[in-house]
C-alpha cells in the first residue's frame, strides 16, 4: 500500500514516532500536514505533537 492514506500512519507499537503531528484517540500517529481531516478516522486527535497550519 504505498502512497495511500494507511502510509500516513503508525501504531503506538512502532518505535519510529518521529515527525508525527499528532496522536490520535485510538493510539495511532498521524503525520498529517494540515490539521483539518486530522485522525478523522481514528476517533479525533487526542494529542498535537507539533504546530501545523489549518
Known amino acids: ?6 502510509d500516513r500512519w ?3 507499537l512502532t518505535p519510529t514516532t ?6 490520535c484517540n485510538d493510539g495511532t500517529y498521524s503525520y498529517s ?4 481531516g ?3 478516522h481514528h476517533h479525533g486527535v487526542a494529542v498535537w505533537l ?3 497550519p489549518a
Open 18 to 23: 518521529a515527525g508525527a503531528s499528532a496522536k
Open 1 to 6: 500500500m504505498s502512497g495511500g492514506a494507511a
Open 33 to 36: 500536514r494540515h490539521r483539518r
Open 50 to 52: 507539533r504546530s501545523l
Open 10 to 12: 503508525t501504531t503506538l
Open 38 to 40: 486530522t485522525c478523522s
